[in-house]
């Protein structure tokens, strides 16, 4: 059984700390942490609300997803500058070094995550509806969705599927839609785990070199830090 204390901080003191703050490597730890965090933020979503099946639910689950997509691609820009700085080192070769390398992710990154990060999640592109609904095809067409009367329980429902249909072409059928699909989803689901898997090794080892130190957390409030 692990000795590590479930409520934990990584610290270093205020002397320590001003010596750091000229230093470019651990600058460039500062935005990897912000990707991870908004990463992780978006896998909770994901888990939270994956098995419920209210309007509002699937907002949030396709919202989470597609927003870590574009999360996972401004991330790969930010990953490929810390080369300058740690690519002799063995946790970044290990980590990051075969993600960066990796065909698939590279394909994954010009296919898919561009124009969702360019058209769809961090720009609203005035192209895209146009472009999809020349060959729209459902067996059913609701704009929106509720399963309540607040505000935050409707759901925009087409306005998403219109997103999904714009990533996935145009297929020649539903089978063939379907394939694309669940294929792009199983590679952006192993990119956005292994990329999280390799900032935390990269940060890790880095923090430690850097001489933060891990302590128990006594209290959760940030006063207390």
């Not at 290990?94 to 561009?114: A, I, M, P, W």
């Not at 969702?116 to 005035?126: A, G, I, P």
């Not at 729209?136 to 599927?161: C, I, K, P, T, W």
Request: charged share 25%; proline share 3%.
């Amino acid at each position: 059984m692990s000795d590590q204390p479930k409520n934990w901080e990584i610290y270093i003191s205020k002397e320590n700390f001003e010596n750091l703050k000229s230093d470019v490597r651990f600058a460039a730890l500062i935005p990897l942490a912000r990707v991870v965090n908004a990463l992780k933020f978006c896998f909770h979503t994901l888990i939270d609300y994956g098995n419920a099946d209210t309007p509002s639910s699937q907002r949030q689950h396709i919202n989470s997803f597609l927003f870590a997509c574009g999360v996972l691609y401004e991330g790969l820009k930010i990953a490929n500058t810390l080369g300058k700085h740690f690519g002799d080192r063995d946790f970044f070769r290990n980590g990051f070094g075969q993600l960066l390398k990796s065909k698939e992710t590279k394909r994954l990154n010009d296919t898919v995550l561009n124009p969702m990060r360019n058209k769809l999640v961090f720009h609203f592109d005035e192209d895209v509806a146009p472009t999809v609904l020349k060959n729209f095809d459902l067996e059913l067409y609701a704009f929106a969705s509720s399963s309540g009367r607040r505000s935050g329980d409707v759901y925009y429902n087409l306005a998403d599927e219109v997103a999904i249909n714009f990533i996935l072409g145009e297929p020649g059928s539903k089978e063939e839609e379907l394939r694309i699909f669940s294929e792009s989803l199983e590679s952006i689901s192993i990119a956005l785990t292994e990329y999280v898997n390799a900032a935390d090794l990269l940060i890790a080892h880095v923090l430690k070199e850097m001489g933060w130190i891990g302590r128990e957390r006594k209290n959760s409030t940030p006063q207390d830090v």
